[in-house]
């Protein structure tokens, strides 16, 4: 079990910034790729960014390229989004999800997710 804590979203402007957190229980943190995804009210869960186990490589969903910016600290076992220009379309429930091997963006075979963290972007 990798419990996930995820902290950091609120209610921000549209044009302000936010940076989300993820934190891991246990010690194999390291070992697992970490991403983000976010669902709407109404919409399905979308992909937003990944980062590898040792933060290498990085991929992000077109819509926030540019904009967001993963990390990660394996020291800390946390996983990072810094939010960037947002606007309401990114208003969303935020959810943390860590794998083993690679996280798909389809969020085929992700083994652990937590409980989510409301963004809340004004016009």
């Known amino acids: 079990q990798v419990p996930l804590v995820e902290s950091g979203g609120g209610l921000v402007q549209a044009g302000g910034s936010l940076r989300l957190s993820c934190a891991a229980s246990?010690?194999?943190?390291?070992?697992?790729?970490m991403g983000w995804f976010r669902q709407a009210p109404g919409k399905e869960r979308e992909f937003v960014a990944a980062i590898s186990q040792i933060g290498k490589s990085t991929y992000y969903a077109d819509s926030v390229v540019g904009r967001f910016t993963i990390s990660r600290d394996n020291a800390k076992n946390t996983v990072y989004l810094e939010m960037n220009s947002l606007n309401p379309e990114d208003t969303a429930v935020y959810y943390c999800?860590?794998?083993?091997?690679?996280?798909?963006?389809?969020?085929?075979?992700?083994?652990?997710w937590g409980q989510g963290t409301q963004v809340t972007v004004s016009s």
């Open positions: 999800a860590a794998d083993t091997f690679r996280i798909n963006p389809d969020a085929r075979g992700v083994d652990y």
């Open positions: 246990g010690r194999t943190f390291s070992s697992y790729a």
